[in-house]
């Protein structure tokens, strides 16, 4: 005698194509059974800790960006002097790069000569590691202290 282990749902009429009717076992009303929520912990919850940001290194991109803005060139020439100071500082006994055009020669110079000479100082600083250093001098210059190409 065969006697199948599952039976049809009570709530599902018989004219239901044998395919589509849920199997339930015969022991169980539903498929499912009633859900109860599970008593909370009395554990307090953990605080997470604050996020803290990894310091962002500037890129030579930025800098650049920075030294163009507005249609900079480069430093006035006291304060190349000093951003030159700070390039020798970091030096550590590698050569460095062309020195700042003064004087006479800050006179005789085009603009795109000097932008140049100073992206050259740039690009010196982020192979030797002080690209931060010597972007922080540039962002805190005000504009007067910037030679432009206009």
Known sequence: ??????????????????????????WEES??????????????PARPEPLALAP??????????????DDRVCPQPSRWLEFFALLKEHARGAT?????????????TPPLAKRMCFEEQLEWAARHGCLQAAYDFLKALREPEWHLAR
């Open 96 to 108: 460095l790069p062309a020195e700042p055009l003064l004087g006479s020669a800050w006179a005789a």
């Open 56 to 69: 962002m290194e500037v890129s030579v991109y930025e800098a650049m960006a920075l030294a163009r803005k």
């Open 31 to 44: 498929a499912y059974a009633e859900t109860e929520p599970m008593p909370l912990a009395s554990v307090r």
């Open 1 to 26: 005698m065969n006697k199948s282990l599952w039976g049809k749902r009570k709530d599902f009429p018989d004219t239901e194509p044998q395919s589509t009717l849920p199997m339930v076992p015969p």
